[in-house]
């Protein structure tokens, strides 16, 4: 994936500001940023929900504009926060988009017979998505994500809310996905996890980007957590203490 | 006590916001239209009769469906809110009770109530001080109705038969709102008040202002009453949506139109909103049409089946902002025809029950077939068509199925859009059959091969736009419902971008303009030309013959009137537009 100058303006405030990054292909990409720095609606932009004002975005060579149908293909997308068909059980959902992702019936079958039990959903056969908690509702997103075989997986905060074990299973999943041949873009706020995940690694602040490259590159001697405080500079963040505590 | 000051403060606080901006025109709009009612209400004071006793039955009946109708009504302060913070129940109450008075609608009501005031004074100084507290009581009555109709319909909506039941009452209110003229004219042809009006809660201040004091002491009685059922309402209303457990029927779609068609027909059946909506246009219709039915004339009874596809259609133009962001999906997929598998699944909702309907209460009517027939047709058609086109064109952002609070009816922070996008689709769904209802009306017969052919067209051309705009569009609507504003690039749907209280007002009139309009004032003036005095569903001809023609010219100047209104407004707003 690439993205070349992508620039996103909401009334008076610059959320994404002249961003461009490229993920090389077999990579698993993390990107980092405080809440509000513009990682989803950059991430949005680069595969194809939120029109840029300006700037480009590429997944395979293919513009994800100009020739949405053909990208769109080739990407999984787990979305933050979005609604799903919410009246639909989970096996449900995995069938009907299936279906419209163009697979053939039998193949929806067995896939999401095999997400459905590998995320541990299965259990939950007659619960309508409405009635998911919000780990089960990333987990069917996920699912969703995966079902189509994409070959790159933009993923927005895919472990918030997800429990432990089910966190462990995910973790198993994206690494199978990189050591196949496929490659990740995930956001996210724990520097821990994008350190024990990914070899890349993009920093976003105030809508531009900080920093980009290889993981021990951007990273340098210490942890990216003392990075990315140093990078995004809101300096003496240990210091702050509350008053009546 | 403090925790009453405290949200009537929040409540001020979300007031003054609102009062800035686009919605400001809203809040001031509708403001100034309820003070002229009101004006006219205190009005009313000044005559003797039952006049002012009606008027306030008026405003009560407006307090309780108001809200029911439009989405649950004024919700800036919820009861989740505030679950945290431990309070009993009967505090809470309190305080959004207080809370509930602060606002526009209160406002408007009391000033409208300061008629007790005035016919206090006419009994003497006495009835002028019985008059404060009963004014304060009477206020307190109609807010706390307001809330505990909302709070039980909620309720409700919990469970499939309470969604049916609450779906077939309300469809009877409106419905025989709409009709109120046939039980005036029942009633005595239109001249007396019915007596039991006085005894209804709304009449009990003006009872005491009149020397009834029990009634002062029943008003507060029956408001202790309310407060102590909507404290038990609140309480219960905390949790969410019970788990369903019932068996699911496997998905057995081969193509993606069909998985959207499925997917559809599931939301059909196991969304109680979606129940509800269709439940209340059947109702209506049905009442719609019997209501004639009072006066001994059954004319009407054919037309309940294509009164319900048209609310039908009203009812669910809103279908992609109901279900909030889950629009992302088919902006990921691009190629599939989404709008194609909503249509067929809205037709397989609607028109079974329709054409029963129709072919039941026609051969009931013993006719008349072609008419009734061809715009049947042409309306399933239209409705089809203008369902997914008006959802995509005139999206009114939705709450996340998922975030809704415990009120389930509403579906937007946006009530004005929702109401001002029924109305509209109330008209141009009816204009889909225009041309069918003509030529039936004309040559008979041949109006069927045309409203199949219009419905045909209409399903196949807008369900086609609606289609391209998705594609063109898909991101600029998923961004909308994201945020719950519209981007900023031109919309091309001009109306729609006119501030939301003009855009309401705006609506209103185009919507009330009708049936004065054409009904009322252009078919009556037919028929009286052409010397058809017999009773029908036409004020007109229930008149004394001196009065027919003004009557059906009253009707066509009203309607007349509220379009002017409304295209003056939308064009004031497109002047400003091209100036600013």
């Not at chain 1, 994409?150 to 905060?157: G, Q, T």
């Not at chain 2, 109401?419 to 003509?438: H, Q, R």
């Not at chain 2, 196949?460 to 898909?474: I, Y």
């Not at chain 2, 004020?539 to 009707?555: H, K, S």
């Amino acid at each position: 994936m690439k993205i070349d100058g992508l620039s996103k303006t909401f009334g008076e405030k610059k959320a994404v500001d002249e961003v461009s990054l490229t993920v090389p292909q077999g990579s698993f990409y993390g990107l980092v940023g405080q809440n509000g720095a513009g990682k989803t609606t950059a991430l949005s932009m680069a595969v194809g929900l939120l029109r840029p004002d300006r700037g480009s975005a590429q997944i395979f060579g293919i513009d994800v504009w100009a020739d949405a149908a053909r990208a769109k293909q080739l990407v999984g997308v787990l979305p933050d926060a979005m609604a799903m068909p919410e009246r639909l059980t989970g096996r449900e959902v995995l069938t009907y988009l299936g279906l419209l992702r163009g697979l053939s019936p039998q193949v929806v079958a067995e896939r999401a017979a095999e997400l459905l039990a590998v995320l541990e959903l299965d259990t939950a056969e007659k619960t309508l998505v409405i009635e998911y908690s919000t780990g089960m509702r990333k987990k069917i997103g996920l699912a969703t994500a995966l079902l189509h075989a994409p070959r790159l997986l933009v993923l927005d905060e895919p472990f918030e809310a997800v429990d432990p074990v089910s966190a462990a299973t995910i973790k198993g999943i994206l690494r199978g996905f990189v050591s196949g041949g496929g490659s990740i873009v995930l956001s996210s706020h724990v520097m821990a996890l994008v350190e024990q995940l990914c070899d890349h690694v993009g920093v976003i602040d105030a809508g531009r980007v900080a920093a980009a490259g290889p993981l021990a590159e951007v990273r340098g001697a210490g942890s990216l957590e003392d990075r990315f405080v140093e990078l995004v500079g809101s300096g003496s963040a240990t210091a702050k203490g509350l008053s009546w505590l | 006590m403090a925790v009453a000051v405290t949200m009537a403060r929040m409540k001020i606080a979300v007031l003054r916001h609102s009062l800035t901006g686009q919605h400001g025109g809203m809040v001031i709009a509708g403001g100034s239209l309820g003070a002229v009612l009101a004006t006219g209400t205190i009005f009313l004071a000044f005559l003797d009769g039952d006049w002012l006793t009606a008027a306030y039955a008026v405003w009560m009946l407006g307090w309780i469906i108001g809200p029911v109708f439009s989405g649950g009504g004024d919700e800036s302060l919820r009861p989740e809110f505030f679950a945290m913070l431990g309070l009993p129940a009967h505090r809470l109450a309190v305080g959004l009770l207080a809370s509930a008075f602060v606002g526009v609608a209160p406002a408007v009501s009391l000033l409208a109530l300061s008629g007790l005031v005035v016919a206090g004074a006419r009994q003497g100084v006495l009835g002028a001080l019985v008059a404060v507290p009963a004014m304060v009581l009477q206020l307190a009555a109609f807010v706390l109705l307001s809330r505990v109709a909302v709070a039980v319909l909620g309720m409700a909506l919990r469970s499939r038969v309470g969604a049916v039941g609450a779906a077939v009452v309300n469809g009877a209110i409106l419905a025989f709102l709409g009709q109120g003229w046939v039980f005036a004219v029942a009633l005595g042809q239109g001249s007396g008040i019915p007596e039991f009006v006085r005894y209804l809660p709304s009449g009990w201040g003006l009872l005491a202002v009149r020397g009834d004091y029990l009634a002062l002491v029943a008003l507060a009685v029956l408001v202790g009453l309310l407060l102590a059922a909507w404290a038990a309402l609140l309480a219960r209303r905390a949790g969410t949506t019970r788990p369903s457990t019932r068996g699911r029927r496997p998905m057995r779609a081969r193509s993606a139109q069909d998985a959207v068609m499925a997917k559809e027909l599931r939301a059909w059946t196991r969304d109680l909103v979606r129940t509800h909506q269709l439940t209340f246009a059947l109702a209506y219709g049905l009442f719609f049409a019997s209501a004639p039915l009072v006066l001994g004339w059954p004319g009407m009874l054919p037309w309940a089946g294509p009164i319900f596809i048209v609310m039908a259609a009203a009812m669910t133009a809103n279908q992609y902002g109901d279900e909030g962001t889950a629009l992302w999906l088919t902006v990921m997929t691009p190629g599939v025809s989404d709008v194609r598998g909503r249509q067929l699944a809205w037709l397989v909702a609607v028109a079974p029950v329709a054409l029963v309907v129709t072919v039941a209460l026609t051969a009931v009517n013993g006719g008349p077939w072609p008419i009734i027939c061809a715009v049947t047709l042409a309306l399933l058609g239209g409705g089809a068509g203008l369902v997914p086109l008006m959802s995509v064109y005139g999206l009114v952002p939705g709450i996340d199925p998922a975030r809704r609070g415990g009120n389930p009816l509403r579906t937007s922070e946006d009530d004005g859009s929702l109401t001002g996008l029924a109305y509209l689709m109330l008209v141009l769904v009816a204009a889909t059959a225009a041309p069918a209802a003509v030529v039936a009306w004309m040559f008979g017969w041949l109006g069927v091969p045309v409203g199949a052919l219009t419905g045909a067209l209409c399903y196949w051309g807008l369900g086609l736009l609606a289609g391209r705009r998705l594609t063109a569009q898909g991101p600029e609507l998923l961004h909308m419902m994201r945020t719950g504003r519209r981007p900023e690039t031109k919309s091309t749907f001009q109306a729609l971008d006119m501030p939301k209280g003009a855009q309401t007002v705006t609506y209103l009139c185009w919507g009330l303009a009708m049936i004065p309009l054409f009904p009322q004032g252009i078919v009556a003036s037919v028929f009286l030309v052409n010397g058809m005095y017999e009773h029908s569903w036409f004020l007109a001809t229930y008149m004394a013959p001196g009065l027919r023609w003004p009557t059906a010219v009253g009707m066509i100047v009203i309607g007349l009137a509220l379009l002017g209104t409304g295209w003056g407004l939308m064009r004031r707003y497109r002047q400003k537009e091209v100036t600013a």
